[in-house]
């Protein structure tokens, strides 16, 4: 019997037997007077009946062992459809009649359907388009174990080296096919046309061996070159002879007895991503006076440092393969914004700092005329800007690079949607980047997806989701809450394995996050900009009067409201986007309520404007004239300062130090984080932080050593907590230094972009590998994601533009 049929078994048993218990909570639920329950309002009731007396059982009963595995329920006066989750992404769905108090199991398009109904007035058995990829990945290789979820290349090397190597001879024959066909600007790499047969390829590389063996270790390709030539051999084995021979014996091993770990040991080595395009369309993307602009923040950063560490890595590994004389090549492709607001959004190339060749390429978005868009539009509003800008953007990369990229690699939905666009018409693979689905940020965002159409376009963004993440080769998430969530919640990328849009459709099957595509490489912060306070070699000292005269000054408008009257105070450092999510307000009035961290501590904002006539933003206007009514209601302007400014990164670095150097503390409040790179940032600055316990934070903290945990639905408790940490280090100083010391500890341990580099450069090889000798083509699959694309997402799209 299975988990989810002995539960069920027992929860029939248990309506039988303690009908008036099951009863008395169903009927609880029902008169909370709410068509969907969350988790915790299910469990809040439930404990609520028993803090009253009402029930008398265990709270192992069969009844709380379900509500224990409780994600949601949906009620109306006759029903409740509940949905469990047994583990990460299985889930039973039941239904109770509260008449009969029959339970049974029912299959997720009912539940979805009954959701349908009571969100939208749907009529029981009208039809409703499904989208369902389950049809089109049942001969996939799959995970089975939750806590493999993320590993997918591991996993998928061993299935598919071992599939691909029941017999040697046709494995070898792949291989050998492999890595014939690799060029690079019309220079052939690794083998000759002359190396035709297994036979012949053995014995080229034992004469190889017995030449080399003679050679001394730094021997260059260019003197090994005439005899190795005249074997069959090409450059991209190593650049001298030691690592020449070390290539080549992993693959003689590969061909004697393979296993995934040499395979993947050789495909690291392989010469074959010499050039790279990442798709970021909206915001304002550049290199300076950006941050902090409506839809411009962390991924702008992310994207920055990703480039300028791949870049290195494929440099590197060039040099390592000998093809040092190889230049690589890494684009940025996002919008051009004519109407430029004093930045750099308006130049077509930009190249970017730090990085020999690197660069910018800018593309405008068009009207269906054809006319290019002069002014920025929100991130919400790019979809019907999208497919012009993808055919347009492919023209431009294929002229800029004279030739195919080898990877391209998406962020966040739009950028995601684009690359999977490119990547079909090119032909080349595709990783994607999510940073952030909104469907998780956005409560019963896909129930009520008409009553959010005119400002957020979910509908758009969504399908936009399902498409891509099916299309993509491989994804990214930087933790494993991405895409699993935890045991109490979903993940992100979870969230999309079922969910109704009502009236348009309904996905039964929209993801499966044991896919092995899915893999966990966590990025880092700028180590040249973000380091320790205490390295004071390194510190920028010169731009400490500038500091502060912005934190400490007494000039308010515009850009600046509160003036800190004790300014010896530690500070509370927060520094982010003005949104909803970010919760910046929410710390303001946790701040404001809690007497003894205001006594204890200044708090020091810096995100969006002060004026909110400065904002083109509407939810980042709402935001802020919420941060005045609460600066206003709480009396903050002599105990908290408020920054409207976007500050550089040199500035935004060593204003976490000064910080730290305050012993202050960094706060990062947001209902949910995906990641969390201002979190990397202050701990790799020496900066104890509290952050979010939702999303990537959960996974960077090591709660109680390397920083802290807050709940932002909690803020008293939240508050408090910093509260009793800054009482501590004022009775134990030593204890503000030992969680310095941890957060940089953990740091540089597990988030660098050294290790994110070479990791994501290894995944597009064994990918590539994959899916030139096997089916990760996916071909079906991409047929009906463009059926879908054309039948769903297109109409969508263009209805914006009315």
Known sequence: MSPAEKLLTGLQRYFQHHRSNAHCVLHHLQSLDRPFLLRSQILDAYAELRAQGELDEPTDSPLGQALALIQEGAVNHAWIYLALRLRVARWLYLRVHMETMGIEEVEVSTYLHFKERLAAGVEEGAWTLEFDVAPFTREMPKLQEADSIGQGV???????????????????????????????????????????????????????????????????????????????????????????????????????????????????????????????????????????????????????????????????RLDEQGLADIEPQVVVITRLIPEAQGTTCDQRLEPIAGTRSARILRVPFRTAAGDVLPHWVSRFEAWPYLESFAAEAERELLAELHGRPDLIVGNYSDG???????????????????????????????????????????????????????????????????????????GQYESYMDFTLPGLYRVVKGTDVYDPKYNIVSPGADPEVYFPYSEAGRRLTHLHGRIEALVLGSEVGAEARGVLTDPDRPVLFTMARLDRIKNLTGLVDWYGGHEALRSQANLVVVSGHVDPNRSGDNEEREQIEAMHRLMDSHGLDGQMRWLGLHLDKSTAGELYRWVADRRGVFVQPALFEAFGLTVIEAMASGLPTFATCFGGPLEIIEDGHSGFHIDPNHGADAAGRISEFLRRCQAEPAYWDTLSRNGLARVESHYTWRRYAERMLTLARVYGFWKYVSNLERAETRRYLEMFYGLQFRPLAEAMRR
């Open 154 to 316: 591991e996993f998928l090397n061993r299935r598919l080296s071992s599939r691909m190597f029941e017999t040697l001879e046709v494995g070898a024959l792949r291989l050998l096919d492999f890595l014939r066909v690799h060029r690079c600007r019309e220079q052939q790499l690794m083998l000759s046309a002359d190396v035709d047969d297994l036979a012949g390829l053995r014995a080229a590389l034992r004469q190889a061996e017995d030449h080399l063996r003679e050679q001394a270790a730094d021997t260059t390709w260019a003197e090994l070159a005439p005899v190795l030539r005249t074997l069959g051999f090409e450059p991209g084995w190593g650049g001298r002879a030691s690592q020449i021979r070390s290539t080549m014996k992993l693959l003689r091993d590969l061909l004697e007895a393979p296993s995934p770990q040499i395979m993947e040991a050789f495909l690291a080595r392989m010469p074959m991503i010499f050039s790279v395009a990442i798709l970021s369309p909206h915001g304002w993307f550049g290199q300076s006076n950006v941050l902090g602009r409506p839809d411009t923040g962390g991924q702008v950063v992310y994207i920055l440092d990703q480039v300028r560490a791949l870049e290195e890595d494929m440099r590197r």
């Open 416 to 490: 995601n949607l684009v690359a999977s666009l490119m990547s079909a018409s090119l032909g080349i693979t595709q990783c994607n980047i999510a940073h952030a689905l909104e469907k998780t940020k956005y409560l019963y965002s896909d129930l009520y997806w008409r009553d959010l159409d005119s400002q957020y376009h979910f509908a758009c963004q969504f399908t936009a989701d399902l498409i891509a993440m099916n299309a993509a080769d491989f994804i990214i998430t930087s933790t494993y809450q991405e895409i699993a969530g935890t045991k109490q919640s979903l």
